[in-house]
């Protein structure tokens, strides 16, 4: 087979076959087809779409491109959630160890930032001595021993995702449905869970802008879950603001520590509760959504949740020092505030601008090879709805620089919008799929 002709027919827009989508991946995975002919295939995929058949070819090969988990010993019902990714979302990281400390296990490979959303993986290795790094053995045996086990894709677990996926960053090819579902869907697969909930975001600071793009998206998720006999529900949420006051890897950890012990965000709390109860649901473990919620502020309220957290830092190597103080993580060097420039009820706050100005601050990637700076990002004081005097503090900028701060908040100035009118608080859960 020839990378030339399938370069040739994706960039006239054909379909192409099960072996060419194959060949691709396998020798792309291998290192025989170079990052430029990837780059080039992955542009012109971005550009023409693929069919849903092709989609389906492109997940099974990147499932099949590493090893395939088998978790039927642990249980027969091992649940697992991932997101379409968004700005200052660390669900994964409160609701894990909520879902485990119910006795459900939970087995989860999480991604690195991509684009301006941020990574899981990124965020729990801003946990001193946390090892996202796992071999499939400790993984396994974490599930089985604790219930839980948030790892990296550093195992052989869909290799050839974590390559296109790192080439797709670089490239300006992060906003695909085609390479979303499959990226996410081949993931899933290889690590072995049978039941998947997804959340998929939508808005200025999610890779679907529209609620119409984002359904989309689910039902093809959807439809390579039915494929593969994996169980697949998909809540699409609001990503127009940060889900939450805090983005940056150490503050994002932070947030989710006072979460877990219920000093929660609403918006975060309503996503938390929704993806929550329907993994309960899918996990076999109680139908009734009202009733899961319900369990879910259950092991929040009586320090369940919280103590699974602990045990999962501590069993992946981490210290657990930080979450039982918080103070310790390391601060930013330049804390300078936003002020308002004006007065009224903030309309809009842009989470894409947000998301830009803290990758600009050093807490995501540019290139490939970028080292994140854990301390640094944004929090925010005031959202979408809240009422603001000119001069009041809108958010602070997290700085390791004088300048990059200075940059930042000049920046984080044109993400927020304002009108003398009252503005209602806007839904996070948009719709279930
Ligand atoms: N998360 C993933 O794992 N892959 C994507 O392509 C986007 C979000």
């Known amino acids: 087979m020839d990378i030339l002709k399938i370069l040739d027919k994706k960039r006239e827009g054909k379909e192409l076959e099960k072996k060419e989508i194959e060949f691709f991946v396998?020798?792309?995975?291998?290192?025989?087809?170079?990052?430029?002919?990837?780059?080039?295939?992955?542009?012109?995929?971005?550009?023409?779409?693929m069919t849903a058949d092709e989609i389906l070819s492109l997940t099974m090969a990147m499932a099949n491109s590493g090893d395939i988990l088998d978790l039927k010993d642990i249980s027969k019902n091992i649940v697992d959630k991932h997101s379409t990714g968004g700005v200052g979302d660390k669900v994964t990281i409160i609701l894990a160890p909520i879902i485990a400390s119910l006795g459900i296990p939970v087995a989860k490979m999480s991604g690195r930032g991509l684009g301006i959303t941020g990574g899981t993986a990124d965020k729990l290795e801003s946990i001193p001595g946390y090892n996202v790094n796992l071999s499939i053995e400790e993984f396994k045996k974490n599930v089985k021993d604790i219930k839980i086990s948030l790892i990296s894709q550093t195992l052989n677990l869909a290799p050839a995702d974590k390559k296109i996926y790192a080439l797709r960053d670089t490239i300006s090819c992060a906003k695909s449905v085609p390479l979303i579902a499959s990226s996410i869907m081949s993931k899933k697969i290889a690590a072995g869970a049978n039941h998947i909930v997804l959340d998929v975001t939508c808005g200025s600071?999610?890779?679907?802008?529209?609620?119409?793009?984002?359904?989309?998206?689910?039902?093809?998720?959807?439809?390579?879950?039915?494929?593969?006999?994996?169980?697949?529900?998909?809540?699409?949420?609001?990503?127009?603001?940060?889900?939450?006051?805090?983005?940056?890897?150490?503050?994002?950890?932070?947030?989710?520590?006072?979460?877990?012990?219920?000093?929660?965000?609403?918006?975060?709390?309503?996503?938390v509760l929704t993806l929550g109860a329907y993994m309960i649901r899918l996990a076999k473990k109680g139908d009734n959504i009202v009733e899961n919620k319900e369990k879910i502020l259950k092991v929040i309220n009586n320090g369940k949740a919280f103590k699974k957290f602990k045990e999962l830092v501590e069993k992946q190597g981490g210290d657990i020092s930080y979450i039982e103080d918080i103070e310790k993580f390391e601060k930013a060097k330049y804390i300078m505030p936003v002020l308002s420039e004006k007065s009224g009820?903030?309309?809009?706050?842009?989470?894409?601008?947000?998301?830009?100005v803290s990758v600009d601050l050093g807490a995501g990637r540019k290139q490939k090879e970028d080292i994140i700076d854990n301390a640094v990002g944004i929090t925010l004081v005031k959202k979408i709805s809240?009422?603001?005097?000119?001069?009041?503090?809108?958010?602070?900028?997290?700085?390791?620089?004088?300048?990059?701060?200075?940059?930042?908040?000049?920046?984080?100035?044109?993400?927020?919008?304002?009108?003398?009118?009252?503005?209602?608080?806007?839904?996070?859960?948009?719709?279930?799929v």
């Open 26 to 49: 396998e020798n792309y995975t291998n290192g025989t087809i170079p990052d430029y002919q990837a780059a080039a295939l992955i542009m012109a995929i971005c550009i023409n779409g």
């Open 345 to 356: 009820f903030v309309e809009k706050l842009d989470a894409n601008i947000v998301g830009q």
């Open 386 to 432: 809240d009422e603001v005097k000119k001069g009041d503090i809108l958010a602070y900028v997290h700085a390791s620089t004088p300048e990059k701060a200075t940059e930042a908040v000049e920046n984080m100035q044109k993400a927020y919008k304002f009108t003398s009118k009252k503005v209602k608080k806007p839904n996070t859960i948009l719709e279930v």
């Open 205 to 271: 600071g999610a890779f679907m802008k529209t609620k119409a793009e984002a359904k989309n998206l689910a039902k093809m998720m959807n439809l390579i879950g039915e494929w593969s006999k994996r169980e697949t529900k998909c809540i699409i949420t609001s990503m127009d603001e940060p889900l939450g006051y805090a983005v940056g890897n150490n503050l994002e950890i932070i947030e989710a520590v006072k979460a877990l012990k219920g000093d929660m965000p609403e918006d975060i709390k309503e996503v």
